[in-house]
């Protein structure tokens, strides 16, 4: 009996001790955060870089980066997310979170942002501070004040033209809408071509409505407050010009890079990634480039991670790794492997980051979005935002094509707009 005793002891104790280091070793297990995308070259070479330098700080999270097909990348992401089967971090725009964030299935990091702070790191409230005020409406412009994604890095449009048809007739690229049309009159009337197109026709529609103090959206009532007899105003102008010649509304070729180098047009806004499409064809004239007209208000584009959830667990390192990505070194490394700006104020002095903006080509368009970035400004990520982009691109369409007159198009672009913020 006592040997059986004994022998029952020391299993006990052979258990204990196996469990003990199966605890351990759950508590030390390491969790997996997938970041799914569709970037290639630089992009993608400088997204796995930044994920082998996490993993090698810490013992806690491992990130694995994914490739994925740009055909249906979006259908895919969304339906492996709604099955808990997804992506942890993928990389667009705030306007895409929303979709997420209304389902469920986006994280809104405040929480281990006031878990750090509580802690007194401060690393990603100094991150979101440093963006200029007016682009924080990307980031805390969700209707719940939720977080659910960060830019990664900026671009905007720029105004590329033929320098030497300016040049000829004695032009200067225009600084404000006037001076657009003025430009763009005299270029139908002396070389017969349409003077400008827009690349970015919403957001030039967008801009607009911001210069004439016209807002945007009401987040707390859901509705638009920009339509109105001025805005009819602004659509008929644009139809006008385009009906007069001053303006194209239709690429002859393609993409409107594709006018420009060919001579059918003189000038058009659109992103500065265009810089590196633009072949001036022979005998056609020398590429231009200069700001585009910005006023009070120009238009930020930016892409960045959003968060979807998995479980707590993955979503903490999620965070963690976001975190990471954005730092002072890390968020310039990504900017300048995108061409891009960085939008956020604690990179802006890193030295790496200094002498990539100080060494641009001289084919880069950057400096030009570069010099509208003080007035840069964004606008509220909530449910039908997006929906409101291509009512207004839509209708003003109609009112251009002569279906509608611009009166019939603002009254179909509230209500329509008002509906979309409001879910219906």
Known sequence: MKKITTLLLSMVMVSGLVFAAGAKKSKNKITTVEIWHTYNGKQAAALNDAADR????????KVEVKN?????FADTVYNAVANGIGPSIIFNYGTTAVDYANEGLAIDIRKYIKKDNKKGDKTMQNIIDSLPEAMKTDVLGFEDGGIYYLPGCTTGPVYFYNK???DELGLNPPTNWDELVSVSKTIKEKKGIPGFHSDGLVDNIQELIMHNGLGYIDVANKRVTFCGPKLEEIYQWYADNCKKGYFSFNTIGRYSSEDLANGDIASFSGSCVNDQYIQMVEGKGELG???W???DFYTAWNRGPIFLHRNDAVDEGAYEFVKFFLNRENAAKWAIANSALCPYGTSSDYPEYVAYLKNLPATSALPYVQANMAVSGSFPNVTGSAAVRKILEEYLNYVVDGKMTAKEAV??????CNDALNGR
Not at 54 to 61: C, I
Not at 68 to 72: F, L
């Open 411 to 416: 009254k179909a672009i509230e209500k329509q």
């Open 293 to 295: 007209i910005a006023g």
């Open 289 to 291: 480039m200069a700001k």
């Open 54 to 61: 996490f993993n090698s700080s810490q013992t806690k999270y």
């Open 68 to 72: 994925q097909d740009y055909a249906g």
């Open 164 to 166: 030497t048809i300016f």
